[in-house]
């Protein structure tokens, strides 16, 4: 069976709000550019944070990366990868690559990782089954 490769493409305007007294994107925005890939991974993919939600699944991002390259400006736009990372741990992995549109070039990557916790906040160890399901139906088990 092939394994498929889970990829989302995301559109985002650098803002006024977004960027310093410089106009270069303020560091800490590029965390909220992968938040938006995921959205859009997981709206696109059917695995939403609401989805989870609606299965009392809490998924904390318990790690994040951010390797910055060179500086997005206001008025660039942005495209961000977010790829999904397959893995046999009860986890969410992700990998993502922005890129500066005009130019292709590589602005930032980056990676995190969510966990599963019930309601209570106790660690899941073993994927919660709708995710299961969902892996399942994408070719990833």
């Keep these: ?24 994107v303020w560091h800490g925005n590029y965390v909220r550019y992968f938040e938006d890939g995921r959205e859009a991974f997981g709206n696109k993919y059917g695995i939403s944070y ?8 809490v998924i904390p991002l318990v790690k994040i990366n951010c390797d910055y390259k060179k500086p997005l400006r206001y008025g660039d736009t942005a495209t961000i990868e977010t790829r999904f990372v397959n893995c046999d741990a009860a986890k969410l992995q992700y990998e993502y690559t922005i890129y500066r549109n005009n130019t292709r070039e590589v602005v930032a990557t980056g990676s995190s990782v ?5 309601p209570d906040m106790e ?4 994927f919660p089954p709708f995710f299961q399901e969902w892996k399942k139906k994408h070719h990833l088990i």
Excluded: H, P, Y
Aim: aromatic share 8%; proline share 0%; with cysteine.
């Design 1 to 24: 069976m092939n394994k498929e490769e889970l990829i989302c493409l995301t559109q985002s305007q650098v803002r006024f709000s977004e960027v310093d007294s410089m106009g270069v």
């Design 123 to 126: 660690l899941l160890l073993d």
């Design 114 to 118: 969510q966990v599963f916790l019930n």
């Design 50 to 57: 609401l989805d989870f939600a609606r299965e009392n699944i």
